[in-house]
């Protein structure tokens, strides 16, 4: 898979997306600057969430269209309010595409249904993200897989079954590749409900997808988990250091806290290494002095006979090796040895 000059995979340094989701607090300022933040920290990507509340849903008052969760960060509120609130305005999309692509990063949203979609193609991002509430809505899928670009889908609250559906979808209407991202939706979420050996599951059961995790803890220890169970995109929600009133503020890191989730992220990965044993680098290498080796611990006349006394298994490593020891023990020496000489089978004789 690949994002425009990014190849995605587990053999790749991840891809991190910084999600701005609705901490923009409703001020195109505010957006930028977050999208300044997610280079500077490091990350792959920055992302945005493309609708408005009319395309989300209707303004109503029935129970059923307010959140009632005690739980919940939004609890008591209607969806339409909270989502005229937290969208980001489409004639915002270019000037924030357009600071990402001078500050080096990509830029692409989350599109909540066929409008947004058709909005976004004006704007040609490189990749499109469906997230956890719309994987089950196959229109859209069925929209962005016309796109032909690269879709991340994230799984949060979905079946094996409804999985299997979303990419059946996506793959029948001949998408771009596709990554499916291990999410827990709640807000945030605790680090142990993550449930990371979802990722090797989906791994096994889409072999043709790559694998990452929407991350909706506090902290980097599930991402670094999931680094080590191969997973190769992640996802991030942040905010402006100070930040306490955006909608998604509760469960979102600053940009320090970014920096520091990108680099957690690269050093496991980086950990992770090759399957290599013996002196896997330089640095170890020069480890291998303080393995023992066989030494001439006295001064040894040439024709004398190599014994306990003479020779011993000690530090650094510089000698023949040990397994030799007992092999030598009664043989004689080929020439004259100097005490702390290292052992070599050039000066044993018979």
Same mark, same amino acid.
């Given at each position: 898979?690949?994002?425009?000059?990014?190849?995605?995979?587990?053999?790749?340094?991840?891809?991190?997306?910084?999600?701005?989701?609705?901490?923009?607090?409703?001020?195109?300022?505010?957006?930028?600057?977050?999208?300044?933040?997610?280079?500077?920290?490091?990350?792959?990507?920055?992302?945005?969430?493309?609708?408005?509340?009319?395309?989300?849903?209707?303004?109503?008052?029935?129970?059923?269209?307010?959140?009632?969760?005690?739980?919940?960060?939004?609890?008591?509120?209607?969806?339409?309010?909270?989502?005229?609130?937290?969208?980001?305005?489409?004639?915002?999309?270019?000037?924030?595409?357009?600071?990402?692509?001078?500050?080096?990063?990509?830029?692409?949203?989350?599109?909540?249904?066929?409008?947004?979609?058709?909005?976004?193609?004006?704007?040609?991002?490189?990749?499109?993200?469906?997230?956890?509430?719309?994987?089950?809505?196959?229109?859209?899928?069925?929209?962005?897989?016309?796109?032909?670009?690269?879709?991340?889908?994230?799984?949060?609250?979905?079946?094996?079954?409804?999985?299997?559906?979303?990419?059946?979808?996506?793959?029948?209407?001949?998408?771009?590749?596709?990554?499916?991202?291990?999410?827990?939706?709640?807000?945030?979420?605790?680090?142990?409900?993550?449930?990371?050996?979802?990722?090797?599951?989906?791994?096994? +059961? &889409?072999?043709?997808?790559?694998? #990452? %995790?929407? =991350?909706?803890?506090?902290?980097?220890?599930? /991402?670094?988990? $999931?680094?080590?169970?191969?997973?190769?995109?992640?996802?991030?929600?942040?905010?402006?250091?100070?930040?306490?009133?955006?909608?998604?503020? +509760? &469960?979102?890191?600053?940009?320090? #806290? %970014?920096? =520091?989730?990108?680099?957690?992220?690269?050093? /496991?990965?980086? $950990?992770?290494?090759?399957?290599?044993?013996?002196?896997?680098?330089?640095?170890?290498?020069?480890?291998?002095?303080?393995?023992?080796?066989?030494?001439?611990?006295?001064?040894?006349?040439?024709?004398?006979?190599?014994?306990?006394?003479?020779?011993?298994?000690?530090?650094?490593?510089?000698?023949?090796?040990?397994?030799?020891?007992?092999?030598?023990?009664?043989?004689?020496?080929?020439?004259?040895?100097?005490?702390?000489?290292?052992?070599?089978?050039?000066?044993?004789?018979?």
């Amino acid at each position: 898979m690949k994002i425009l000059d990014q190849t995605i995979s587990p053999a790749e340094r991840p891809y991190i997306i910084a999600e701005v989701s609705a901490n923009h607090g409703g001020e195109l300022n505010q957006a930028m600057d977050l999208v300044a933040a997610a280079a500077d920290a490091g990350a792959s990507a920055v992302k945005f969430q493309t609708y408005t509340a009319d395309t989300m849903t209707i303004e109503c008052d029935r129970p059923e269209f307010r959140i009632d969760n005690a739980e919940s960060l939004w609890n008591g509120r209607t969806l339409y309010d909270l989502y005229d609130e937290a969208h980001t305005p489409w004639d915002w999309h270019a000037p924030l595409f357009e600071e990402a692509q001078r500050r080096g990063i990509h830029a692409f949203s989350s599109g909540f249904d066929e409008s947004a979609i058709d909005f976004l193609e004006t704007l040609d991002p490189p990749c499109y993200k469906v997230a956890s509430f719309e994987h089950t809505f196959i229109p859209l899928l069925e929209k962005v897989a016309d796109t032909k670009k690269p879709v991340i889908v994230s799984c949060g609250l979905a079946s094996m079954d409804e999985i299997q559906k979303s990419v059946q979808t996506l793959t029948k209407a001949e998408s771009g590749p596709i990554c499916l991202l291990a999410c827990t939706s709640s807000y945030p979420a605790s680090v142990a409900d993550s449930n990371l050996r979802r990722i090797p599951a989906l791994k096994e +059961a &889409f072999p043709n997808c790559q694998i #990452g %995790l929407s =991350d909706h803890t506090i902290g980097s220890t599930a /991402a670094i988990a $999931a680094v080590a169970l191969g997973a190769c995109v992640f996802e991030k929600h942040f905010k402006l250091s100070g930040d306490e009133t955006s909608v998604d503020a +509760a &469960f979102s890191v600053t940009p320090e #806290g %970014l920096r =520091d989730y990108v680099d957690a992220i690269n050093d /496991a990965w980086d $950990a992770l290494g090759e399957a290599k044993f013996g002196a896997a680098s330089d640095n170890e290498a020069q480890s291998l002095q303080f393995r023992r080796s066989i030494y001439v611990v006295a001064d040894i006349a040439e024709g004398e006979t190599f014994t306990r006394e003479n020779i011993r298994c000690i530090r650094p490593g510089l000698g023949l090796q040990t397994e030799h020891f007992s092999s030598v023990l009664g043989k004689t020496a080929a020439r004259t040895i100097e005490r702390g000489t290292p052992l070599s089978l050039e000066l044993v004789g018979g």
